[in-house]
């Protein structure tokens, strides 16, 4: 089944909008002019509600269809944040702004959610309600977030929420998604050691806080080895181990060290966090020394629920060359994680064919996919909200 043909007729209208944000790139919540443009447009397509300003700068769009008597409310995402990265594409439209730029192709999610509420608010051929969300600060500001926080699921009446993002390494034209864990939580942890410091000569009189804190580092690597159910996975990593001593003939006082942990499921990511804590503090106790150690949790699991997953997948077959629905999860993680706590959802890569990876200088968002992701989401929301029924 091809894509939609309207979409064929829209495709060169899309890919201006897509071409003025990515030379225009704005970073975390500070995206006005894109969420301005977002909000114009919403309200020129004659959206029925359109409301900025929710989650900081993100913006709300609802799309009644012909009936709403089915009580379905559908919520669709994308972010709309580039990254304080310098441009080295050389494309004619590349971004005006030194040291930023669209290289995660979120001026392509922005773009193809437009198109797709321009064609829903002009055909409405659905028995329900379409909500539109451009959230800003996907790019480790947790953007999502505060627009969940700000009550955007409970004030419409959101039911499922679905996303896209662009997948450079997968053929323009494909779709992939899994069910459960699709992408890593990302936890952050330090460790402050304090031993007692004093003379090389002498390590009985001191407590070697160095010796401890290597310690630990071995011992916090037996927790993905032996805690965590092998078919499971999850990975930690020590960063940074940092002493107080800069001399070889001193015995440091203090160590710090700096890691990462991340998980595909929500009870491995808990049951890191009291691993890392017990073996830190336990660890240093037997040596006579202490360690202090700080949580700072990063964004969730990224969890697809297998109805909405095959949902997405139906759609996408109706309009994609190729659909994988049992993809392998992957450890980057994703902030539309937030939203798929809130509700029940599904999230799917979009093939962005052979570019370079995302984050990176050279990476570009492969235009020729737009009519492939307006699609998808149109498609999902005439399925989902039939008007036969
Ligand atoms: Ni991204």
């Known amino acids: 089944m091809p894509v939609r043909n309207r979409f064929a007729d829209l495709l060169p209208e899309i890919t201006a909008w897509r071409h003025d944000f990515h030379q225009h790139p704005e970073l975390m919540y500070d995206v006005h002019r894109t969420a301005g443009l977002v909000e114009e447009r919403l309200t020129g397509f004659g959206c029925d509600e359109v409301v900025p300003g929710i989650g900081r700068t993100g913006v709300v769009g609802v799309i009644k269809g012909r009936s709403t008597a089915s009580g379905r409310v559908i919520a669709l995402r994308a972010d709309m944040d580039a990254l304080p990265i310098h441009e080295e594409t050389g494309l004619d439209y590349a971004s005006t702004t030194p040291g930023k730029m669209h290289a995660c192709g979120h001026d392509g999610h922005t773009a193809m959610l437009l198109g797709a509420a321009k064609y829903l608010a002009e055909t409405r051929n659905f028995d329900g309600t379409v909500v539109l969300l451009f959230q800003p600060a996907e790019e480790g500001g947790a953007g999502a977030k505060a627009m969940v926080d700000d009550g955007v699921m409970d004030r419409w009446g959101v039911q499922e929420v679905y996303g896209l993002h662009n997948t450079p390494g997968l053929p323009v034209g494909h779709i992939s998604t899994r069910v459960g864990g699709f992408m890593a939580s990302s936890d952050e942890f330090e460790i402050e050691v304090t031993g007692k410091g004093g003379h090389a000569a002498t390590p009985h009189e001191t407590i070697d806080t160095t010796l401890v804190a290597s310690q630990i580092v071995v011992s916090l690597h037996s927790i993905v080895s032996r805690n965590i159910d092998p078919i499971h996975r999850v990975v930690l990593t020590v960063g940074t181990f940092e002493t ?28 890191a966090e009291e691993r890392v804590r017990r073996v830190a503090e336990d660890t240093a106790s037997a040596f006579g020394a202490t360690a202090k150690v700080t949580w700072t949790a990063g964004y969730p699991v990224t969890v697809n629920t297998a109805t909405e997953v095959a949902h997405a997948v139906e759609a996408a077959r109706a309009v994609c060359d190729h659909v994988d629905p049992e993809a392998p999860p992957i450890l980057p993680s994703e902030d539309f994680a937030y939203m798929l706590e809130s509700r029940p959802g599904a999230y799917v890569f979009l093939g962005n064919g052979d570019t370079a990876i995302c984050h990176h200088p050279a990476y570009q968002f492969d235009d020729s996919a737009i009519p492939y992701g307006c699609s998808w989401f149109v498609e999902l929301c005439e399925r989902r909200m039939p008007m036969d029924l």
């Open 244 to 271: 107080d001593s800069t001399a070889s003939n001193v015995i440091a006082h203090r160590a710090l060290l700096k890691g990462t942990v991340r998980t595909l499921d929500t009870e491995n990511r808990k049951l």
